[in-house]
């Protein structure tokens, strides 16, 4: 994980390896923070919830890629404020919150931590970007090209009411431009999957229909 040698021998007298299946909730908002979590294997979804319970997708963990939000908040000693939930089957390092400033006088570590945050900082801008400028027909396939891209895996096992949920959008409107991405060849839907076609050329909301389906 690390060059350094001393930093290595303190990152592996400490970690906890943790072996997930897909779809286990890692994180809920409001959780203490007690470990951060680096992915070695498989990735992890973060979604940001409401008071009210509403879910919206932020983005993916992937291997090498840690949780920023969990290194800012342990950090500052709050709460988690976002949900972290297992994408792809997941091998996990996790490290003792306590350790993020202890290890700060390491420059390979402080690099680790400021890199990550901004990357996280980056994909945060571009879902704000999505979310306030773009129609939800391109959400919903920006949305499922993300969840394959994770995944490595073109057929998704999500219903659509899970899809409306991390999108916080109505699942009957969801339901509806499923069905207008299948006639236009994006996706095929099964019970209880969606097969996506990443390799066939999108077409925007004002074509083949999709703008009725709002």
Not at 12 to 38: C, F, K, N, Q, Y
Not at 43 to 52: C, F, M, N
Not at 131 to 153: M, S
Request: proline residues 4%; hydrophobic residues 40%; contains cysteine.
């Amino acid at each position: 994980m690390f060059t350094d040698p001393k930093l290595q021998r303190e990152f592996e007298s400490v970690v906890v390896r943790r072996s997930l299946p897909a779809g286990t909730e890692l994180m809920r908002t409001g959780d203490t923070i007690t470990h951060i979590p680096i992915v070695q294997k498989g990735s992890l979804r973060i979604l940001a919830q409401d008071a009210e319970g509403r879910e919206r997708f932020l983005y993916h963990i992937m291997p090498g890629e840690s949780c920023a939000m969990s290194l800012t908040c342990s950090g500052s000693k709050r709460t988690s404020s976002v949900m972290a939930t297992v994408e792809e089957d997941a091998e996990l390092l996790m490290v003792p919150a306590r350790y993020m400033e202890e290890w700060m006088v390491y420059p390979e570590w402080r690099r680790f931590v400021n890199d990550t945050q901004a990357q996280r900082f980056g994909e945060l801008l571009e879902t704000i970007e999505v979310v306030a400028f773009q129609k939800l027909d391109e959400q919903l396939w920006n949305y499922l090209v993300k969840r394959v891209q994770a995944t490595g895996n073109h057929v998704l096992k999500v219903t659509h009411q899970d899809i409306a949920q991390e999108l916080n959008s109505p699942r009957e409107v969801i339901t509806r431009l499923l069905h207008q991405l299948q006639q236009v060849g994006r996706v095929t839907i099964s019970r209880g999957s969606i097969e996506v076609h990443v390799s066939a050329d999108w077409k925007p909301a004002s074509e083949k229909g999709l703008k009725n389906a709002l």
